[in-house]
Structure formats: structure tokens, C-alpha cells
């Protein structure tokens, strides 16, 4: 917590409520002077305690949950998202208050008004009560790893209209927060799902045996053995055709890290390739049709 800032919201917080509790006289002299005085000196009361209870319930939250300063979570962004929910109702009520229009009278009477508005802006409103349902449920969180529909990567953020997350080419994909609710969502993180499958198909008149190309394929991942289960290994034959087989690389990483397991498809994949080329400088004939990954 920046204590600074929280003091620099502490002291007239303190000082502008003990006014008006235990000096009542005085807080009367000052705001009888201009009528929208009181209205403004209230607004501040209630922002800098509303601010203030904010940064007390994010202070505690990442104390007991021990994050840094920086780290920010599902639960942090949406006390800041409910935070700026708050402070637009009360800065419309302040706004309505200084020509004394009454918010209930005033919502009773364009109530038509209101209900077209209401059906106008229906789908931002459905996005902002889906990303608060989002940021305190325990479905999906900040940095992890998910699918949902046909985007897969990582969440970087969860705002109050829409969810950003970083695909597999570096490209940032915002979502709206109601196509996430209410989709399909694959998340890999919380599902612990730690193997690895690459799948390929080699012709058959170039392979020598499946055990010489199983321990190439481990041979080549020898650098990040230490991040891996040992004995996790696995060739599998998916199916065997009239002229090449289709193929099953399978291993399986100590914890999820995205970041390393693109790297060793990526070895993976080229390993594959090199044998072939090795095997074709042999004198004999090879076809590598590489399929899309699947995770399992």
C-alpha cells in the first residue's frame, strides 16, 4: 500500500467528517455561504471513503494472498470495477443534486426515457454484470491458460466490458464479457492439464523403427528434461495406413508453462523434419504432414 496516498485521503477525510459531526455550528457558517457547497463537500466525503475502503480491502487481499503491489487477480479487478460503478452513481446523483431534481422523481418521470435507454445500452449492461460475476467467481483468473470458443491463450486482463488475453502468435483478442459467460471455456490452468500431445504422420517406407525415432525425439528435449516428468515419454501409432502411419508424440511437464511448451513443439516439430532429412540423404523417401495439436 502507498501509504502517502492513503494518509493524503486519511486527513481530510477525518478532518471534513469531524466538521460536520462535532462542529456543527461551523460546518453550517461555511456551507450557508454557497448552497452547493454542503453538495460538494458531502461528494468528497463519500469518494475519499469509498477510495479509501478500496485500497484497505486490496491491502489486506494481497496480504493475505502475499502478492506484490503490482500483481493484480480477478478479485483486485473487480473491487476497482466496482470502485468506478459506484463513483459514476454518485457523481450523477451530485450532478442532479445541484438543480435540486430529485433522482427518484426524476427516474419515475422518464421512465420511457429510461426503459429505452435500458433496452438501448441492454448489451453493455449484460457485458458489465458478466465481468463482475467473472472477477469473484473462481472460474477463470488473470495469467491463466484457457480456450474459449476459438481463441486459446492467455488472460492478461479482465476489464468491465470485456476480457483481453494473448493468443499463441502474440496477438492480444478482447472478448466481450457476456460471449465469455455464457461460452464454452477450456481452462488448462485450473485443470493441471500438464501433457504435452504433437501429432504427425511419416510415410512408412522411411521409417527405420519406432523406438530409433522415439529416443531422437527425447534425445532433442534433453535441455528441459529437468521441467519434465521423467519416464513421461511416449511414441504412439494413433493408426497405422496403407503407406504411412499417423503419429503421437506424448510427455508430460512438471507444471503448466505455456511459454515451454511452445518451445518444445517447436523442437519437437523440427526434430521430426530433420529426421526425415537425415533418412532422405539415405536414399530413402519421406512425407511429413504435420496436424494441428491438441491439447488433452
Known amino acids: 500500500m502507498n501509504y502517502l496516498s492513503t494518509f493524503s485521503k486519511v486527513i481530510p477525510l477525518v478532518a471534513l467528517v469531524y466538521l460536520r459531526m462535532f462542529e456543527p455550528a461551523l460546518w453550517g457558517q461555511i456551507t450557508s455561504t454557497h448552497s452547493t457547497l454542503e453538495l460538494i463537500l458531502n461528494y468528497f466525503v463519500f469518494v475519499l471513503a469509498l477510495q479509501l475502503a478500496i485500497s484497505l480491502l486490496s491491502f489486506y487481499y494481497r496480504k493475505r494472498k502475499k502478492y506484490s503491489a503490482a500483481k493484480k487477480d480477478n478479485v483486485i479487478n473487480g473491487l476497482q470495477n466496482l470502485y468506478y460503478l459506484i463513483l459514476t452513481g454518485a457523481t450523477t446523483m451530485t450532478i442532479l443534486g445541484f438543480w435540486n431534481i430529485d433522482a427518484r422523481t426524476l427516474f419515475t418521470t422518464l421512465s420511457i426515457v429510461a426503459a429505452a435507454i435500458a433496452i438501448i445500452s441492454k448489451d453493455y449492461l449484460v457485458d458489465i454484470i458478466s465481468g463482475m460475476i467473472i472477477s469473484f467467481s473462481n472460474e477463470i483468473s488473470i495469467d491463466d491458460y484457457v480456450k474459449i470458443g476459438e481463441h486459446k491463450g492467455k488472460i492478461i486482463d479482465i476489464n468491465l466490458t470485456k476480457i483481453a488475453l494473448i493468443n499463441e502468435d502474440d496477438d492480444i483478442v478482447f472478448l466481450p464479457n457476456n460471449k465469455v459467460f455464457s461460452g464454452e471455456i477450456v481452462n488448462f490452468t485450473k485443470g493441471h492439464i500438464r501433457k504435452v500431445n504433437i501429432e504427425f504422420e511419416l510415410d512408412l517406407r522411411f521409417l527405420k523403427t519406432i ?48 511459454e515451454i511448451e511452445r518451445e518444445l513443439r517447436k523442437m519437437t516439430v523440427r526434430r521430426v523434419v530433420n529426421y526425415i532429412k537425415r533418412t532422405q540423404e539415405e536414399g530413402l523417401p519421406a512425407l511429413l504432414t504435420p496436424i494441428p495439436p491438441e491439447e488433452s
Open 211 to 258: 523406438e530409433e525415432l522415439e529416443d531422437d525425439l527425447i534425445n532433442c528435449l534433453s535441455d528441459y528434461h529437468a521441467q519434465m516428468e521423467e519416464d513421461k515419454f511416449l511414441l504412439r501409432i494413433v493408426n497405422i495406413n496403407k503407406e504411412s502411419l499417423s503419429l503421437k508424440f506424448q510427455f508430460q511437464l512438471l507444471q503448466v508453462n505455456r
